[in-house]
């Protein structure tokens, strides 16, 4: 057996550098680069081995700098969902709290099953000058490090403790991470002594490997199923996941829509799957869902749930679906959610399966009266739409919905909008018209505030030809807005909207309907007197903190003057910040289903005890799926 001697850290990064991914006949790099932030638990392991590939050419595995661990996490994860989950980038950090910060980062990777590999540095393995700095004593066992915090939130995860297990454990990565079923973050653990320590490897571990990622084919007992399912159905409804997107079966999807006449609504995922004016479209479902989608999902007797995992948003906290006899059936390459609310489950790729129940159903298709109600609804749904992307009395700032509406015009189709968090996602499943379902990125399985910014710099890695616009209210910016500095030090064109209302609009909105009064959603002073946040507006400002970070920096104060700065972002050539006050309590776009977040049952508040009053009667509506 040939072999050659490197460090541990020099054989990983030359392993990645050979891993590719295969769909459809098309390769690509699966790992096409390492995030990081170098401390004393990696330089000069990780570090090293990085610098050496780059200057002497053995191994082309390119390193980025980030600002902030978990806003490197986020920027790999934003990648990798807009590369379908095909190539996925190496996280890096030193030991301690360098590797904690991305916990939150594989949290969001793993509930958006999403693939990152996370590389965090651990304690000394030989432990020969422990307790060494950064390192958690823990009286319960000498073996338990603080990155022992990655294993919840992990896919997969092990600590390479020995120099010959990066073997197992480098291929087993590369099994989990290519796995559509499986994906999310993956975790090695590596000690900093293990990772300078030298050791002869087999050269056949660094040879080419291609990573053939599965499209498994549906039961045909259980396509039939499924089709006699639907065959009995009158007022039939899809419900389009990020699975549909990821499959690639969009085109597939909108051919069965049009063949059946099934209407097709969406998850934030799945938006774009079938573009928002498709006849048979009717936009997002569930807690903040069109009109038309959710008065669809109350009449719908038979559920084609394609790809998506049944989020309480998704299902308005199991309400939305109010036939008495609703029946599910779930097509998903995983069986966890393909069995959800007791469906027929069709455990298949999103694509497979639709062609195949496109085959099953070939003589099949809705009555004209329901073509015409969908219609109607949807008709109904667009005069909503305009409405709220008008002025509808408050002011003098603008709403946010007009600044949406403004957006929307100003855009192309194949730009990217990114959001997260806060008020936005709401407003944006029930407004946004997405043609492109890349150019629809909202994470809204962990709903990670810090996430917007970040993501901006991994999606236009992934696609540098979109323009890419970052959607980020003032709370989720003031929580992570570090990356603007890699956007500029990387050259990267991204246009960031920071929408301005000094407060949580999204949770003090919400406060305020369960009673609470809105505490503690507002940066104010602390008055003297009340002993509360409710002084005068704190005189913040992240337009000069953008430009700080070095970025150009445009500000609006109207609609208008919205739109001028928006044209010129776009004509810009270099990373841009576009800021735009809006009014705090401006009216989010009108209500058409149910979100369960429990109040209080007993309340010395008037307030608190009339929103239990409403709470407990909407509660009556929510039931099991069986």
């Not at 990066?166 to 499986?182: N, W």
């Not at 920071?498 to 909105?509: D, E, L, P, R």
Request: net charge negative; hydrophobic share 40%; proline share 5%.
């Amino acid at each position: 057996m040939t072999t050659v001697r490197l460090t541990t850290a020099q054989a990983l990064v030359r392993f990645l550098a050979a891993q590719y991914s295969e769909r459809d006949e098309q390769e690509q790099r699966l790992i096409p680069g390492v995030w990081g932030i170098f401390g004393h638990g990696n330089v000069a392991g990780l570090g090293q081995a990085l610098l050496q590939a780059s200057r002497t050419q053995e191994a082309d595995l390119p390193y980025y700098l980030a600002r902030n661990e978990q806003g490197m996490v986020h920027a790999a994860v934003a990648f990798a969902k807009a590369r379908d989950r095909l190539a996925a980038f190496a996280c890096t950090a030193s030991t301690g709290p360098g590797s904690t910060n991305m916990v939150t980062g594989a949290a969001l990777a793993t509930t958006n099953r999403l693939p990152v590999l996370l590389l965090p540095s651990d304690m000394f393995a030989t432990r020969a000058a422990e307790p060494v700095l950064q390192q958690l004593e823990d009286t319960r066992g000498g073996d338990v490090t603080v990155n022992d915090a990655f294993r919840p939130v992990s896919k997969y995860f092990d600590r390479v403790s020995r120099p010959e297990q990066l073997i197992p454990a480098a291929l087993a990565a590369m099994r989990v991470l290519t796995d559509p079923v499986e994906t999310g973050a993956v975790t090695l653990a590596l000690p900093q002594d293990v990772q300078a320590e030298a050791y002869d490897w087999p050269l056949d571990f660094f040879r080419r490997r291609v990573w053939h990622v599965g499209q498994p084919e549906p039961e045909p007992s259980a396509v039939e199923r499924a089709a006699r399912l639907l065959r009995g159905a009158e007022r039939p409804l899809i419900v389009a996941g990020g699975g549909a997107v990821y499959a690639g079966a969009e085109t597939r999807l909108r051919a069965f829509a049009e063949a059946t006449g099934v209407p097709v609504a969406d998850t934030h995922a799945g938006k774009g799957a079938v573009p928002w004016d498709h006849p048979c479209a009717v936009g997002g479902v569930g807690a903040t869902g069109t009109y038309a989608a959710n008065e669809l999902a109350r009449e719908a007797d038979v559920v084609l749930g394609v790809g998506t995992r049944y989020s309480d948003f998704t299902t308005a906290s199991r309400t939305v679906f109010g036939h008495p006899d609703v029946a599910f059936v779930n097509l998903n390459v995983a069986r966890l959610d393909a069995v959800k609310h007791a469906a027929e489950p069709v455990v298949a790729d999103a694509r497979r399966g639709i062609e195949a129940l496109a085959g099953a159903l070939a003589d099949w298709e809705v009555d004209d009266g329901y073509r015409r109600h969908v219609r109607r609804l949807v008709a109904r749904t667009r005069e909503i739409e305009q409405e709220c992307f008008t002025r509808r009395g408050h002011g003098p700032l603008p709403e946010q919905t007009e600044i949406l509406g403004a957006l929307g015009d100003v855009l192309g189709d194949g730009d990217v909008v990114i959001n997260a968090a806060g008020s936005l996602p709401g407003d944006l499943q029930q407004l946004w018209r997405a043609r492109d379902p890349k150019a629809y990125h909202v994470e809204y399985a962990y709903s990670c505030m810090g996430y917007e910014v970040a993501a901006g710099v991994g999606v236009k890695m992934a696609d540098p030809s979109r323009e890419v616009v970052v959607l980020v209210g003032d709370g989720s910016y003031l929580m992570m807005a570090q990356e603007l500095a890699t956007m500029v030090s990387e050259g990267l064109k991204v246009i960031v909207v920071i929408v301005q209302n000094h407060g949580f609009a999204s949770i003090g909105s919400l406060s305020e309907a369960l009673g609470s009064q809105r505490f503690g959603t507002t940066y104010r002073y602390r008055d003297g007197d009340s002993g509360q946040l409710d002084g005068g507006v704190l005189p913040v400002d992240l337009a000069a903190n953008a430009a700080s970070l070095g970025a150009d920096v445009l500000r609006a104060d109207t609609v208008d003057a919205f739109r001028t700065a928006m044209e010129k972002a776009r004509a810009a050539e270099r990373t841009t910040v576009v800021h735009v006050e809006t009014d705090l309590y401006g009216p989010n776009p009108p209500s058409h289903a149910w979100w369960d977040v429990p109040v209080s049952e007993v309340s010395a508040l008037e307030s608190t005890r009339s929103a239990y009053a409403t709470y407990a009667a909407r509660k009556q509506a929510q039931r099991p799926y069986l």
